[in-house]
């Protein structure tokens, strides 16, 4: 029976593609996968894809390079040297998969998809910086480390009420205080559509229409943001009574889902509830591949359909098989966000190498390597801290830091590249280069160093630990050659040599790109 039913399951996944023409056959009796079956599948879709563009796969990459661009990639931040030698010499065959699942339980995990969503949805526009951004932080770092399910995440977000302090979900609607910024953010983040277009007139590209931008924009009208007050907090209320301001493009219709139903809502009751079950449900078109393609495009540095939030019929996925395959089962399995990332995570696609081999060096959309990614500016600061410790990264000392705001929240808006930027482009300046080189902060003691030495006075050992603490692996023998030797020359003062060492590698690109 067992037999039976695995040889069932492997022709199902072989032949996806032809059951999953039509939604309503997509819904009715697929096999729920664990991570680990949902992985062979994906891995099985992308070599099929390859295999018709004749194009040849990079082999896996070894533990070093897997490791730290599992650590970057669920965690946001690079493993201390400890971590790093501990992986990289172990002789566990489910190192990996322990690894993810490690990394998934690790509150740093919760920040990270913090970072990414805050930056999603709080624009750093004038009327979004007078809120605090703090409890809005908090409240997204606590539902990704519970793994609240996707569906129920978003629902909350998108019916949040009351006063930022008690409900930081409200944060969304107070940085996004009008009717046509709360539309284009909802439909682009959770719909991956780029509806914006449509506010004026008919899109001039896709079948998107001006009516179906308003009646999106009609389940808004109740929603009120409050300013903050002298000795009270912002809060967000949805009222019956009263006419929100509109922007001149604004037309009067009623409330539609997009390019479905026209539902019956209730005057005197909210509406975004409405529209917020409508949005997280299975059955939606929209919910469950736009969020898949773009973790998708998270981790790989491109969407399936790429950009990750324009998805309409005049700009198809690059693999439609793979798009629909990773939406069902992410519905089947609950919107479970731990799953979908530990099925990623487990592909041979993800753990490719990013060297280029054969003939796939300029294949950006077949996956047949891994896309070397920028570090996000969180990461960057992150990534710093874990090596100086007490020692601050350097931050914009240029423009005086508001009240409220972190070190790291400065670092971050100094690092800040334009909204759209390909991931895989290197998009920061003189600037922010000369910024690192040139920082007071990273030409000091570095608390990982001052640990090494106390650990260890032997040369080879030191710089073993430093090319771990940064680069996440050991040095090349000629890289142990040149750095020893120079080394050497410091006979007199060696933790002036370590320190010149440390920060030749923290301003390498091997260290500020994510691999």
């Known amino acids: 029976m067992r037999r039976w039913h695995h040889a069932c399951l492997a022709a199902w996944i072989v032949l996806y593609g032809s059951v999953a023409a039509h939604a309503a056959q997509q819904s009715a009796g697929i096999p729920k996968l664990n991570a680990a079956q949902l992985a062979k599948a994906i891995d099985q879709l992308i070599d099929k894809r390859l295999a018709q563009e004749k194009i040849s796969p990079s082999p896996l990459a070894d533990d070093a390079e897997f490791m730290r661009r599992a650590y970057l990639d669920i965690t946001g931040v690079i493993p201390s040297w400890q971590k790093a030698a501990e992986f990289i010499d172990s002789q566990d065959p489910n190192k990996r998969a322990r690894l993810i699942d490690e990394l998934l339980a690790d509150p740093k995990y919760g920040r990270h998809f913090a970072d990414v969503w805050k930056q999603l949805t709080f624009p750093l526009t004038s009327t979004a910086r007078r809120y605090p951004d703090e409890p809005y932080r908090q409240w997204l770092t606590a539902k990704f480390n519970a793994n609240t399910p996707w569906d129920k995440m978003v629902y909350e977000w998108l019916t949040a009420t009351g006063s930022q302090d008690k409900n930081g979900a409200v944060t969304y609607f107070l940085a996004n205080g009008t009717i046509d910024q709360i539309t284009d953010s909802v439909t682009k983040q959770f719909l991956g559509v780029q509806l914006q277009c449509a506010q004026c007139h008919n899109h001039p590209f896709t079948n998107w229409k001006r009516d179906e931008y308003w009646g999106m924009a009609a389940f808004f009208m109740k929603v009120r943001p409050e300013r903050t007050k002298r000795g009270q907090t912002a809060s967000v209320t949805e009222v019956s009574k009263g006419k929100p301001k509109l922007p001149v493009s604004a037309k009067q219709v009623p409330a539609k889902f997009l390019q479905g139903a026209e539902p019956k809502l209730d005057p005197n009751k909210p509406y975004r509830p409405v529209l917020a079950e409508w949005i997280t449900s299975p059955n939606n078109p929209y919910f469950a591949k736009a969020m898949v393609n773009r973790m998708w495009g998270q981790f790989f540095g491109r969407g399936i359909v790429h950009p990750v939030d324009d998805m309409h019929e005049g700009n198809p996925p690059t693999n439609p098989e793979l798009l629909t395959l990773l939406a069902e089962q992410f519905k089947a399995n609950g919107f479970d966000l731990h799953y979908l990332i530990r099925a990623i995570c487990q592909t041979k696609a993800y753990q490719r190498t990013s060297k280029p081999a054969g003939n796939n060096k300029d294949d950006k959309l077949f996956y047949s390597h891994m896309a070397v990614k920028v570090m996000t500016p969180e990461m960057l600061y992150d990534s710093l801290q874990s090596v100086m410790g007490n020692n601050r990264p350097p931050v914009n000392r ?118």
């Open 398 to 515: 240029g423009k005086k830091p508001r009240p409220g705001n972190s070190a790291r929240d400065q670092f971050a808006i100094f690092f800040r590249t334009d909204e759209g930027i390909d991931p895989t482009e290197y998009s920061a300046g003189i600037p922010q280069a000369l910024r690192l080189m040139n920082s007071g902060e990273l030409n000091r003691n570095s608390a990982m160093l001052d640990e090494i030495l106390k650990s260890t006075s032997e040369p080879a050992e030191v710089l073993d630990r430093l090319f771990l603490g940064t680069l996440s692996r050991r040095p090349t023998a000629n890289e142990k050659q040149k750095f020893l030797g120079y080394i050497e020359q410091k006979a007199d003062n060696a933790r002036d040599g370590y320190r010149d060492v440390l920060w030749v590698l923290l301003n390498t690109s091997e260290f500020t790109l994510n691999h």
